[in-house]
């Protein structure tokens, strides 16, 4: 649920709050969910962090 908050603040035009969430999430899970962490960068448009967290996902064989 956090990480569609991501993208719901950064609909909202609040990116520092969708930042900060994603940072957040990020510290407490590391690489469980890189894929979806690929997916939010892909939602906000940065093409490039999605490809490298495309590449992470099928460098540590993320199920999603």
Excluded: N
């Excluded at 609909?11 to 469980?32: F, T």
């Excluded at 940065?46 to 540590?60: F, I, N, Q």
């Amino acid at each position: 649920m956090p990480l569609c908050l991501a993208l719901v603040y950064q609909k909202l035009r609040r990116q520092a709050d969708a930042e900060a969430l994603l940072a957040k999430h990020r510290a407490a899970h590391g690489d469980l969910g890189v894929y979806q962490y690929a997916e939010i960068y892909a939602q906000w448009g940065d093409s490039g962090k999605a490809r490298e967290w495309l590449a992470t996902a099928v460098r540590v064989h993320d199920p999603a």
